[in-house]
């Protein structure tokens, strides 16, 4: 049995023995809150892959030790869909408000921050410190992820991350070792995409994704509703 824990702090993914209950693996997860489901990859050749998605980046692990294999950058904070496997090709989508093409916000680098703003140089960051252009447009708890009330180095790293993702529907050949970001992403496709619904699969849909293309060939807006595929 395989469990995602993405918390904001010490997140994880582990492998339970269904037999035994004991804990296979376990292996460190560099992401943030998520609500996304993983699945399972059987290649051609080698050993199954855990695919999870998380925030900002979907991992593949080996079923076998829990080794990450290979990686995707530029998801969304905290995705909730799930991936969809067609072929050799993997689909997934993620959105968060404030995320779509043309509102993100380039913010400078922690040393740059703490340079100018950190008042009593105890090298963290207040809330009334924080110059208003770099203020959360949520709440301060939301990128305080250890809630000790301060912003450190990876808090705000995840936080700088979250203003400069980009919502989108990837689409990633698979087959790759390591960051295959600028290697594998075939396409990406930016507008009106949900939250929670995960892509399904229909031949006449993928029949241009394939060709690399990311044109929409129809467009449904059911109204104030979302769910999972079932
Ligand atoms: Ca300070
Ligand atoms: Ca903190």
Redesign the pocket.
């Known amino acids: 049995m395989i469990l995602v824990f993405d918390t904001d702090t010490d997140a994880h993914i582990i492998a339970v023995g269904a037999d035994s209950g004991k804990i296979a693996w376990k292996t460190p997860r560099d992401v943030i809150n998520g609500y996304s489901t993983p699945i399972i990859y059987h290649p051609i050749r080698g050993s199954a892959q855990i695919i999870a998605p998380g925030s900002y980046q979907l991992t593949a692990y080996s079923i076998v030790d829990g080794e990450p294999l290979w990686f995707v950058r530029g998801l969304t904070c905290q995705p909730k869909s799930a991936p969809t496997i067609a072929g050799d090709i993997l689909y997934f989508n993620g959105w968060t408000p404030g995320n779509d093409a043309g509102q993100q916000v380039e913010l400078p680098a922690f040393a740059e921050v703490i340079a100018s703003a950190?008042?009593?140089?105890?090298e963290?960051?207040?809330q009334i410190?924080l110059p208003q252009p770099w203020q959360p447009t949520g709440t301060w708890r939301a990128i305080d992820l250890d809630r000790d009330g301060?912003l450190n180095e990876r808090e705000w790293t995840f936080f700088r991350t979250r203003r400069s993702s980009r919502n989108g529907l990837l689409a990633v050949k698979l087959g790759g070792s390591g960051d295959v970001t600028d290697t594998h992403v075939l396409w990406r496709f930016e507008k009106s995409l949900p939250d929670v619904p995960a892509p399904s699969f229909t031949r006449t849909w993928f029949s241009s994704s394939e060709a690399a293309e990311s044109r929409p060939l129809w467009t449904l807006r059911p109204a104030g509703y979302s769910s999972r595929r079932v």
């Not at 950190?118 to 105890?122: I, K, Q, R």
């Open positions: 950190d008042a009593n140089h105890d963290k960051l207040s410190e301060f």
